[in-house]
């Protein structure tokens, strides 16, 4: 599948580099999302309100990645906190 970031996501890609831990972990669950963006482990959640066909997978305990599927591609909506 073919993964797409949003100019959000984009700038969150950038802050994530900034601490190694963090940043391994998106990128182990993009490898995950491009292979199977429905497979569990690690757990995933189903958003609601305005991202109802949105997913949300934990990067730590404050830090998530949110994404869209269509067809055959992932569209990354945010990699950071969504506390902010």
Do not use: C
């Not at 997978?57 to 902010?84: A, C, P």
């Amino acid at each position: 599948m073919k993964i797409v970031f949003s100019k959000r996501a984009k700038k969150d890609y950038e802050k994530l580099k900034n601490n190694k831990a963090l940043f391994l972990n998106a990128l182990k669950l993009l490898k995950v999302l491009r292979d199977n963006p429905y497979q569990t482990p690690p757990h995933y959640e189903k958003l609601g309100g305005e991202l109802q066909n949105a997913y949300s997978r934990r990067i730590n305990r404050q830090h998530r990645l949110v994404y869209q599927v269509e067809g055959d591609k992932i569209f990354v909506i945010s990699m950071w906190t969504h506390y902010e």
